[in-house]
Every structure is written in structure tokens, then in C-alpha cells.
């Protein structure tokens, strides 16, 4: 898998504020183009070595396929989920335990996407903030359809009930109702956002996109804004997040973008005044040779 855009690439996780174990994982490697966020389930101990075991095996199955880029997306969470499977069945406090995750590769000039839950990627591009991804639970569908608005479903007590996982039972690669599958181009001038509900169900859309515009060209503390922000909307759950920046993409509210236009603007008014000299000089000389 080649990687032929600069990334930057900034990750963070918290347990939140009402939880004091933390189930997510995250897992960055730029110079593989991996990007992996996971949300364990299963209580505890249980859900945090789902999300661990997908840590693990993942990135390794990505690493070793050769083939078409969606197939190894496939494949390697398939791998996770029978071996997340496999460990349940052999431990009985581990029995029922299972995770979601959104997986994304970065490879030449394009963006796969491995999904299965309600964790979620959002693409960053040209002033706006849009989610890829679909929740995998009633909920998340009543939403995508527009029977539900998003505060509502942010509101719902079924919103966390989800109808796919990652290793609650046996899978093959190409099932239907499992894997989601997306491919699209990915732009230097272009973000991505992966996070757990942890921060989707604390931030609308709407104040996600608000911080994103923000982003002056360091992902980590994008990354560790957006988890402030939700603990202190609440913080009711684990909260992970990785945001990877192309290396032309900026903020539309940032400093430096603020002052890219504050500068245009000068030289525009510069520009004006310069031809209106001309004009003046130009209009005296006229008049000189009438006379």
C-alpha cells in the first residue's frame, strides 16, 4: 500500500467522565496509511481486549495482504472478529464480548474504508464536514432515513444498541450485513475524522465541524479539543478520536487562514490603488499635451 500523500495525523483517547476503565483503542501508522479507532464491548475486562485483539490484528493482516486494497480491508477485520470469536469461546468472562471500529487506508491518492457499528468517519472538504459512514443500529438508521433529527437520536436510549459487530460470532469476509465498504479520492487539500459514539454523542455534527474549521496544522490537538469538548458536554462514555489533515488542508476559521484572507484583501485594495494612480497620472498627462 503506497502512501503518496504527506498526512499529518494527531490521535487521542479518554475514558470520560463517568467511566473509569477506557475500552476504546486508537491506532495510527502514517507511513502505512492505517487509521483504526475501536470501541470494545462486553464490560471491562472483556471489552477491552476485544478492542485490543483488533489493535493487534488489524494492521498485521493489512500489512501482509497482497491484492486489491478493499479485499485486505476485509480480510484483516474478518481476522479480527474470528479471533476476537475464538477468545471468547475459550474464556468464559470473555463470553459474549465484541467491538466496533472504523478502519481507514490511505493508498496512493485514495481512502478505503472498513466499518462496522456506530463509530464513525466524517470527510473535511471545502468548508464542510460529512458523515461517511452509517450507524449500524435502529437508531443510526431511523437518523440516516430522516425519521429521527440528530439531537433526537443523540437523545435516544436505544442509541447505543447496535445490530453489527466486530466478534460476537463467526464471519467470512464478503457477508452481507457486515462489512461496510467505501471508496473515494482523498484530497492533499482534504481531512478525515475517525472517532467512537463516545464523541458523536456528545457533539452534533454541526460543533464538530465547527472545531474542525479551526484546525491550524497540528491533528494532535485537534484531536484533544474534540475530547475536551465532549467532556464537557457530559462525557458520558469512552471518547477517541484521530484526525489526519492532507497537506493542504486548513481550517476555514483558522488563524492563518483568517489572515490568508486579511492579506488578500490588502493586496487587492494595494492593487486598486496602484491603477488609480496610473489612471491619475495618465488622465494629467492627457490633459497636459491638450492644453
Known amino acids: 500500500m503506497g502512501v503518496t500523500v ?9 475514558p470520560g467522565l463517568e467511566r473509569t476503565n477506557n475500552e476504546d483503542q486508537v491506532y495510527v501508522d502514517d507511513a502505512s496509511g492505517i487509521f483504526l479507532v475501536v470501541d470494545g464491548m462486553g464490560g471491562r475486562a472483556a471489552g477491552e481486549l476485544a478492542a485490543h485483539t483488533a489493535v493487534q490484528v488489524i494492521p498485521r493482516e493489512l ?23 475464538r477468545l471468547a469461546q475459550d474464556r468464559d468472562e470473555c463470553r459474549g464480548m465484541a467491538c466496533v471500529l472504523t478502519l481507514a487506508v490511505a493508498h496512493d491518492d485514495r481512502l478505503t474504508v472498513g466499518h462496522v457499528g456506530d463509530s464513525r468517519l466524517y470527510l473535511v472538504w471545502n468548508g464542510t464536514l460529512r458523515k461517511l459512514t452509517s450507524d449500524h443500529s435502529l437508531v443510526g438508521e431511523l437518523e440516516d432515513h430522516g425519521d429521527l433529527s440528530e439531537q433526537a437520536a443523540m437523545a435516544h436510549p436505544r442509541r447505543n444498541e447496535v445490530f453489527r459487530d466486530v466478534g460476537s460470532m463467526a464471519r467470512q469476509p464478503h457477508e452481507e450485513e457486515f462489512i461496510q465498504i467505501k471508496s473515494l479520492l482523498f484530497r492533499p487539500d482534504a481531512a478525515f475524522l475517525l472517532c467512537t459514539d463516545g464523541l458523536s454523542d456528545m457533539l452534533t455534527s454541526a460543533e464538530i465541524g465547527s472545531f474542525v474549521q479551526r484546525y491550524s496544522r497540528d491533528p494532535t490537538l485537534m484531536a484533544r479539543e474534540l475530547i475536551a469538548a465532549a467532556n464537557e458536554a457530559g462525557g458520558k462514555d469512552n471518547i477517541s478520536a484521530i484526525f489526519v489533515a492532507g497537506p493542504e488542508f486548513l481550517g476555514s476559521d483558522s488563524e492563518e487562514a483568517r489572515a490568508r484572507v486579511r492579506h488578500s484583501i490588502t493586496q487587492t485594495r494595494e492593487t486598486r490603488s496602484r491603477w488609480r494612480n496610473l489612471i491619475t497620472r495618465l488622465a494629467g498627462l492627457f490633459s497636459s499635451r491638450d492644453e
Do not use: C, H, L, P
Open 63 to 85: 500489512r501482509s495482504f497482497q491484492g486489491d486494497v478493499s479485499d485486505g480491508v476485509r480480510q484483516a477485520i474478518t481476522a479480527a472478529n474470528n479471533e476476537i470469536y
Open 6 to 14: 504527506g498526512w499529518r495525523s494527531g490521535a487521542a483517547s479518554d
